[in-house]
């Protein structure tokens, strides 16, 4: 019996090394991968948070908040981030940003969207901002588009700059699409925030089944098998043995 405890010891030492190795060639390609994603919020400056209520294709989607808030700067509603093989989005509804010298921007809901075409093998975005109003002082208040044309840019003297469906591409073949962009500057503090943003890759991510925790999990099933099926084989043979022998 004593072979056999050092048999199963001996396979399960094997497990623990593959799945060392596993985890080992897993997290460099997932690292190094684009892949399509959302988040609610990226801040910069004064306070800084990164990434907020991030969905990933191949690390989880929905992803869905009940708020990004930012004590004394933003106050939001739920967040909803998704990502899939082909497409991600976000939205964050609804939100209130304070601007400096008593100005604010608030709207019922900022989105963004992006997807890559299978047939045209394009990748395209989009924003929107719902019932978007921007305040400033000793001004009247200022609608915002809901539907901006990429990139819209809009300079508030001494309040902020604000860039609505900011859009840009990256290296390989990403396209970022931002529902609001906003950089505020304020005495010595310098503040920028995005929120609403979605990324996606030029290619179809369902043709390469990403490695996540699912799959390891898979197989480490299998190997388990392995491992179940080769202490059964040696108690089976041992009790053979002992039959025999009496």
Known sequence: MNRVIRGAVGVAGGLALAVGLLAANAAPAAASTPDNQSYALNAVGHFSAQMVGQAT?????????????????????????????????????????????????????????????????AVTGSSAVTGGRLTRPGGKPMVLPPS?????????????????????????????????????????????????????????????????????????????????AGVAYQLTRRRRKMAAAA
């Open 57 to 121: 294709y191949s690390g989880g989607s929905p992803v869905i908040l009940p708020n990004a808030d930012a004590a004394g700067v933003l106050d939001t509603g739920i967040v909803t981030d998704t990502a899939g093989a082909v497409r991600a989005s976000s939205r964050v509804q609804p939100l209130s940003v304070v601007l400096p010298a008593h100005g604010s921007l608030h709207a019922a809901a900022v989105s963004s969207s992006c997807s890559f075409n299978r047939k045209t093998s």
């Open 148 to 228: 901006a044309a990429p990139n819209t840019r809009i300079v508030v003297p001494g309040v902020a700059t604000i860039i609505l469906n900011r859009q840009y591409t990256g290296p390989r073949g990403t396209l970022t699409a931002e529902a609001l962009w906003i950089r505020m500057r304020h005495g010595h503090h310098h503040q920028k925030l995005v929120l609403a943003t979605s990324v996606c890759v030029r290619a179809d991510l369902a043709a390469t089944p990403p490695v996540n925790g699912r799959l390891i999990r898979l197989s480490l099933g299998g190997l388990g098998l392995l491992v179940l």
